[in-house]
């Protein structure tokens, strides 16, 4: 289970992706347009989790936030991370 410290750091790193510019494309932008409208939804959930797999495919990814974005998802395999806790409020 990841720490407090972790969910806050990894929502901040999901906040700068849906901030952009990386990953960059039309599907990424509806996944932005869902977080922004339908915040805490099923929806939502598989958005975050498209940005966060476009984001590795992104060469202008921080190397800082692509270490990140492997923890989150690895924790989202092992159905460690509930996604909810690390999306914004709805």
């Known amino acids: 289970m990841p720490s407090r ?8 790193v999901l906040s ?15 996944c932005r347009r869902i977080l922004v ?4 939804t099923d929806e939502a959930a598989q958005a975050a989790r498209i940005l966060l797999e476009g984001a590795m495919a992104d060469a202008t990814t921080a190397l800082d936030d692509a270490q990140e974005i492997m923890r989150i ?10 996604p909810g806790k690390i999306l914004p409020p709805s």
């Open 73 to 82: 998802l690895r924790a989202l395999d092992r159905q460690e991370l509930n």
């Open 5 to 12: 410290d972790e969910l806050e750091l990894w929502a901040q």
């Open 37 to 40: 409208g339908a915040p805490g």
């Open 16 to 30: 700068r992706l849906r901030l952009g510019p990386a990953p960059r494309g039309e599907e990424f932008d509806l």
